[in-house]
């Protein structure tokens, strides 16, 4: 594609693997004059037929840039392996490969250094949902809050774009905290499903569903989690109260023992519960198992 036919920002992108490649494809699609590069050069052969513009080296991709230079590689390390001896000084870094939050903030810090504005992002989505916004995919965004503004329209090509504030670490940390909540989401429904399985007349595909309206009538806990930390009134609000969570825990893990399933996903949880009840403090809601995780 010309570059001088169209008003869209071009886009420059490192990294063509799975995500790289669902990217690129949404800019083609929109119109976005893209140039790529991939360190295994094959893999921009199709996207070459899609009207992408090759190139040889990061450093030519980084050089030609008028537009963001976006970022989708493995990891941090893979990141300032790619751009060593590009030239960064004037350039709208764009940084979509997961990293931690202090690996983003030393990146930031390494970007300025060489001239460069730094953005970093975390994608809350796999890449069959990039280009697709009915699926409600994101990108958390962090750090040049003038680089976001500049570059918005282009970034909410592939995914919705949300940005979580200046400190170029937030984007990860925003990612990090929704997947490491997932996590002991995926523990709970392991769990659940372990409990059902010996259970030969109880069918799966009805209990799976029950389960997620279950899970998706709970999330909403989020809420007020946060308004007892706002308020510092841990007790705001409490519909189902610490202590009687706590002892219903002596039924959960009873019946784990009748249906032969290890508790360990459980346990850990229920321990700071207890500890917090012991303090004390029945009456609460979960916001202060926050406090007791934090002085761990
Ligand atoms: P892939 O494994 O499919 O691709 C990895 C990419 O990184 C390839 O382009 C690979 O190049 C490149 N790469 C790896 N090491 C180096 C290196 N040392 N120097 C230069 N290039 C390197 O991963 P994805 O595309 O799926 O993921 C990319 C990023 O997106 C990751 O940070 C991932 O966490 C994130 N992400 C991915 C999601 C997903 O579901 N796929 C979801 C959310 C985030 P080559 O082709 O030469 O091997």
Redesign the pocket.
Known sequence: MDLHTTSKTPVTL????????ALARSWLAAGHPLTVW???PR?AAPLAAEGARTVATPAEAVASAQGPVVL????D??VG??LDGAGLSGKDLVN????TPAEAQRRAHWAEERGARFLDG??????PMIGRPETGGYVFYSGDPDLFARHRAALEVPAGATFVGEDPGHAALHDIALLSAMTGMFAGITHAFALMSPEKDVDRARFAALLAGWLGAMSTATHGVAAQLESGDYTEGVTSNLAMMAAANDSFLATAGDQGVDPRLLTPFMELMRRRVAQGHGDEGLAGLVDLLRSA
């Open positions: 490192l990294g063509l693997g799975d995500m790289g490649t991939n360190r295994t893999k989708c590689l493995l990891d390390a893979s392996e790619t979509l490969t997961t990293s975390g994608i809350m989505a796999v890449p």
